[in-house]
């Protein structure tokens, strides 16, 4: 049984990892813009709150914002963007 420090170091070791740097700073960016990392230096974030085991989406959406009233008018579409 692995702990979960040596899951994390093994997904994000360098010569394994799968995700492009860009990819995983620019996840970590749209986190803290959220509220769910704070960043506590250059490329350095920590958690704010967490939100369970399940990894947060980054959604794309298309809606109608009326900036009078505040409030989204009509049906949205969200998708997740792909990395």
């Known amino acids: 049984m692995t702990t979960g420090r040596s899951r994390w170091s093994n997904a994000l070791h360098p010569t394994r990892c799968r995700l492009a740097r860009d990819t995983v700073r620019n996840y970590c960016y749209q986190l803290a813009a959220a509220g769910v990392l704070r960043q506590t230096g250059t490329l350095r974030f920590s958690l ?14 298309k809606l109608v914002f009326d900036p009078n009233s505040k409030t989204v008018v009509g049906p949205s579409v969200a998708r997740e963007v792909q990395p």
Do not use: E
């Open 48 to 61: 704010v709150r967490n939100l369970g085991p399940a990894a947060p989406r980054i959604m794309s959406a």
